[in-house]
C-alpha cells in the first residue's frame, strides 16, 4: 500500500457512497458501491484475501470516491460508471448481443419485421426470438397468412405480392386502412400465444375451397395451418395465463458465478442464457449487479421470478414491483430449473470458459502488458487490398473485449490513389475513419489501432492522428522473409518479438486474417461487379436501375441465371427485360 492511498483512507467517511479502484495509467479497473465507505474502502488494503482479490489489490494504485444520500443513489451511480468505463474486474455484460423482435409497425399502411432495437414505447413488439432464423420463419408465416404491405418504400403501382393475395394494395387503394384493425389484432393474438382462433378460420377457408372444388386454395391454406401448428408447437404451455416471464438463479465458487436466465413468453419457455463471470465482490451482489444490468438493456416482462434468501432492495426501480419470490407450486420449480441449469453450466463449462477467456479478453490483456498500455478494449485493425492497382480498397476489423465485434467492421473503396501504394492508401484510410468519428462526434474510439505492416504504414498512421489531435496508440505487424508476422512494432517503432507457440501469437493471428478476409472479399466482390455490371450493360432494355437492383440482390451472374420468373418480376423488372436477360445469359458460364 502506498502512502498516497494510506493519507486518502483517513479521509474516507462513515457514509454511502461509490467508490473507483484505479490502476497506474489512472484508469477505472474496478467500481464498487458501499453503505459505509470508511469500512469497505479499507477491507481491500487490511487482512489477507483470497487469490482473486490479492490479484485486484496488486493493480490498485489509487482510488476515488463519491459519497452519496443513500445506498441505492451508489448503486444506480455503479452500473453508470460500469457502463461508461467498462473495468476489468467488474461483472458487464461483456457482448452487445441483442435478441430478434417481431414488430407491427407504427405506420400509416403497417408492415411486420424482425428488429433487434428494443423500446419501451412500442406496444406492438413481441419477442425475444431465440435466433434470426425463428423470427424470420415466423415472419414468413404471417406474411403469407396476413396482406399486410411488405414493401419498405410504397411503390407508384402494385408489385407481384398483390397479384398473390399477399398484399391489399395500399399503392393504389388508401381506403384498405380500415381492415387493419382486424387483421392487426388477429397478428397480435397469435404472437402472444392465442392462436385457437386463427386456427378455426383457416380451416374454414379450406374447407369451403375444397367445396368449390377450387383444391390448389385448399391445399394453400392447408400448408399455413400446418406451418402455424410447427410455429406454435414448438414448445408446450407451462402456464395457461400466457404471461411473459423472466426467472433468474445463480451459482457460485469462490471466484466465478454462473446466472441462468429462463426467458418465458406467453407461458411457453422459449430459451435460456446461462453466461459465466469471474466475481470480485460476494456473490449475492453480483447477481443483482447482473440483473440490474440485464434490464438496463432489455424489455422488462410482466413478472420476474427470483430465488428466496437475497435482498432485492436495490432493484425496485429496475424491477417495478414486478418480481416475485415463489414459495409453492410451478412456479418454484421454474426458479429451481434455473438454478440447475447454473449448476450444470459452472460445473460442465468453466474449463471452457476459461479456455475461451485466455483466447479473447486474456489476449488483450496480454498484448496491453507486452506494449506498455491498459487492457485495450477496442482494437481496430487496417489492411489493403488491390491487383496490381487496380480495385485498390482497404476494410477495418474491430476487436471489442478480445471479439470479432462484426457490426463494426466497415469497407473503404480508395478515391485518392489509382496505383500500388500501400502507405498512401493508409494515410486516406486512416484519416476518413478518424476525422468522421471526430465530426460525428461518436464515441467509438478504440483503445489500439493495428496496421497489418511494416513500420512506413505505422508512421503513416502517427502523422494523420497528429494531425487530427488524437492520441491513439499505434502497433504495426512485422513480417519475416517468409511473409509471416513474428513481431510487433511497439509503440517505441521497436520490434517485440513474440513466441509463435503463445496466445498472444494466435490472438495476434486472428485479428490480422480478420482484416485481410475482409478486404479480400471487399476486393473481389469490387472487381465482380465491374465485370457483371459490364456484361448487363449490353443488355437491351436493362437500365441502370435494373442493373443496380440486380447487382444487390443477386452480387454474381451464375445467381442471376438460377432466379426464377417470379423473384426478377418481384424486383420490379418487365418481362421484356427478363427475357432479354434470359437469352443473353443462356449462354454465359
Request: with cysteine.
Amino acid at each position: 500500500m502506498n502512502d498516497n492511498i494510506k493519507s486518502k483512507l483517513l479521509t474516507l467517511p462513515d457514509l454511502p457512497g461509490s467508490y473507483q479502484m484505479l490502476d497506474g495509467s489512472g484508469n477505472i479497473i474496478y467500481v464498487g458501491k458501499a453503505l459505509n465507505l470508511k469500512n469497505r474502502v479499507k477491507s481491500y488494503f487490511v487482512g489477507s484475501h483470497d487469490a482473486k482479490t490479492t490479484r485486484l489489490v496488486a493493480d490498485i494504485t489509487d482510488f476515488t470516491f463519491l459519497v452519496t444520500s443513500t445506498e441505492l443513489e451508489a448503486f444506480l451511480l455503479e452500473l453508470s460508471l460500469i457502463k461508461q468505463h467498462s473495468p476489468k474486474y467488474n461483472i458487464m455484460l461483456m457482448d452487445d448481443k441483442t435478441y430478434p423482435y417481431i414488430e407491427i409497425t407504427n405506420e400509416t399502411h403497417p408492415r411486420i419485421i424482425i428488429t433487434r432495437k428494443y423500446s419501451k414505447k412500442s406496444k406492438n413488439r413481441f419477442g425475444p426470438y431465440p435466433d434470426g432464423t425463428s423470427a424470420r420463419e415466423t415472419v414468413d408465416l404471417l406474411s403469407r397468412v396476413f396482406p399486410l404491405r411488405k414493401c419498405q418504400a410504397m411503390p407508384k403501382k402494385v408489385c407481384l405480392y398483390y397479384h398473390m393475395g399477399q398484399c391489399l394494395g395500399p399503392c393504389i387503394d388508401a381506403s384498405v386502412k380500415t381492415k387493419y384493425p382486424v387483421i392487426l389484432d388477429q397478428i397480435r393474438n397469435f404472437l402472444s400465444g392465442r392462436d385457437h382462433d386463427l386456427l378455426k378460420e383457416l380451416n374454414v377457408q379450406m374447407n369451403n375451397y375444397s367445396q368449390r372444388l377450387e383444391f390448389e386454395k385448399a391445399q394453400e391454406i392447408k400448408e399455413m395451418i400446418m406451418s402455424i401448428k410447427k410455429t406454435t408447437e414448438k414448445q408446450q404451455i407451462i402456464f395457461s395465463d400466457l404471461k411473459d416471464r423472466d426467472i433468474f438463479n445463480f451459482e457460485a465458487n469462490e471466484s466465478y458465478i454462473a446466472i441462468t436466465t429462463i426467458i418465458m413468453r406467453a407461458g411457453k419457455i422459449i430459451m435460456s442464457i446461462s453466461p459465466i463471470f469471474e466475481y470480485f465482490q460476494s456473490k449475492e451482489d453480483a447477481f443483482v449487479d447482473y440483473i440490474a444490468q440485464f434490464y438496463q438493456k432489455n424489455p422488462l416482462p410482466q413478472e420476474v421470478l427470483l430465488p428466496s434468501g437475497l435482498d432485492y432492495s436495490l432493484l425496485k426501480p429496475f424491477l417495478n414491483e414486478k418480481w416475485l419470490i415463489p414459495v409453492r407450486g410451478g412456479k418454484v420449480k421454474l426458479v429451481s430449473m434455473a438454478k440447475t441449469n447454473a449448476k450444470i453450466q459452472l460445473d460442465a463449462h468453466l474449463d471452457m470458459f476459461l479456455k475461451k477467456y485466455a483466447k479473447t479478453m486474456g489476449s488483450a490483456e496480454m498484448l496491453g502488458r507486452v506494449i506498455g498500455i491498459p487492457t485495450p478494449k477496442r482494437i481496430e485493425a487496417f489492411d489493403n487490398s488491390n491487383t496490381q492497382g487496380s480495385s485498390p480498397v482497404s476494410s477495418m476489423v474491430v476487436f471489442t473485449n478480445g471479439l470479432p465485434d462484426k457490426k463494426a467492421y466497415r469497407k473503404y473503396q480508395v478515391k485518392s490513389i489509382d496505383k500500388p501504394d500501400d502507405v498512401g492508401t493508409m494515410r486516406e484510410i486512416i484519416y476518413r475513419r478518424y476525422q468522421k468519428m471526430l465530426m460525428n462526434g461518436s464515441d467509438d474510439k478504440p483503445n489500439l489501432i493495428v496496421m497489418d505492416g511494416g513500420i512506413a504504414q505505422v508512421r503513416a498512421c502517427k502523422a494523420v492522428l497528429s494531425d487530427l489531435y488524437l492520441d491513439i496508440p499505434v502497433v504495426g505487424l512485422r513480417k519475416d522473409n517468409e511473409h509471416k508476422t513474428d513481431a510487433i512494432i511497439g509503440l517505441d517503432e521497436q520490434p517485440v518479438i513474440i513466441d509463435r507457440h503463445s496466445l498472444l501469437y494466435v490472438f495476434l493471428s486472428k485479428i490480422q486474417d480478420e482484416a485481410h478476409r475482409f478486404a479480400i472479399n471487399y476486393h473481389r466482390l469490387k472487381q465482380s461487379k465491374q465485370i457483371y455490371a459490364s456484361i448487363l450493360d449490353q443488355i437491351p432494355k436493362i437500365g441502370a436501375i435494373s442493373k443496380q437492383k440486380l447487382l444487390e440482390k443477386y452480387k454474381t451472374i451464375s445467381n442471376i441465371k438460377k432466379a426464377s420468373l417470379l423473384e426478377l418480376r418481384a424486383l420490379g423488372i418487365s418481362k421484356d427485360a427478363i427475357d432479354n436477360l434470359q437469352i443473353a445469359l443462356r449462354e454465359y458460364k
